[in-house]
């Protein structure tokens, strides 16, 4: 089966730095995806991680430990556009080439 | 012009009427999916196609049909509309590549009465 788990909201203030977690059992793995949505609108892309460490692009950084099934996004400097929901999902080519998306962590930046 | 189009963008209809949701992309990508999203919760998998002769159940197909018209097009129908079917539904494509991520139309928010 798959599982994934993430917090359900977090509050952070503007300029300051916040960590979203996800943990993982998934029935394979082969990266995971990072996308940010914000109320009512589609789901985007922010980031993906296929080997452990850490992958930065710009104030946003993932992390990924596939021994430990765990994977962190890192929002630097946070913007009051920054309050979204931030969702991970898994991909496995086991589970037909699908990904399996957790339900989300809203983030509410606050000034 | 968007990369990946739903139409209708808002539904509101009465309990038992059929509908039909559109999807269309001009991104040239085999895999299309339907995902619906209720307050608070992630995307669950309706059905996917891997292309156009593929077809397959996710895991909240109970309700819901589709068809694969063509590559670029992928419609979701509900058969027999209930209340509980009421969310927001989000089509998406993706690339065969593992490496792409999936990419997402605005979404079709459906109200059943």
């Known amino acids: 089966g798959q599982n994934i788990d993430q917090p359900t909201e977090m509050t952070a203030t503007e300029g300051a730095i916040v960590q979203i977690n996800c943990t993982y059992q998934?029935?394979?793995?082969?990266?995971l995806f990072w996308y940010q949505q914000h109320a009512g609108e589609a789901p985007t892309f922010l980031s993906y991680?296929?080997?452990?460490g850490l992958e930065e692009k710009g104030r946003f950084s993932s992390f990924l430990s596939r021994s430990k099934g765990y994977s962190y996004l890192l929002l630097k400097e946070l913007q009051m556009k920054d309050s979204a929901s931030y969702l991970c999902?898994?991909?496995?080519?086991?589970?037909?080439?699908?990904?399996?998306f957790g339900d989300g962590t809203t983030l509410t930046v606050k000034p | 012009d968007a990369d990946v189009t739903q139409t209708p963008r808002n539904r509101i209809t009465k309990t038992g009427k059929r509908i039909m949701l559109e999807c269309s992309q001009t991104?040239?990508?085999?895999?299309m999916y339907w995902y619906r999203q209720d307050p608070g919760l992630g995307l669950r998998l309706i059905y996917y196609?891997?292309?156009?002769?593929?077809?397959n159940k996710g895991e909240i197909s109970d309700g819901y049909s589709v068809s694969r018209q063509a590559q670029a097009k992928f419609s979701l129908s509900l058969e027999s509309a209930i209340p509980n079917q009421t969310a927001l539904y989000f089509c998406?494509?993706?690339?065969?590549?593992?490496?792409?991520?999936?990419?997402f139309g605005d979404g079709t928010r459906l109200s059943i009465l």
């Open positions: 196609s891997f292309d156009v002769k593929d077809i």
């Open positions: 998934t029935s394979g793995f082969n990266g």
């Open positions: 991680n296929v080997l452990d």
């Open positions: 991104k040239g990508h085999d895999r």
């Open positions: 999902a898994v991909f496995s080519l086991a589970n037909a080439g699908k990904s399996t």
């Open positions: 998406a494509t993706s690339d065969p590549s593992r490496d792409h991520p999936q990419h």
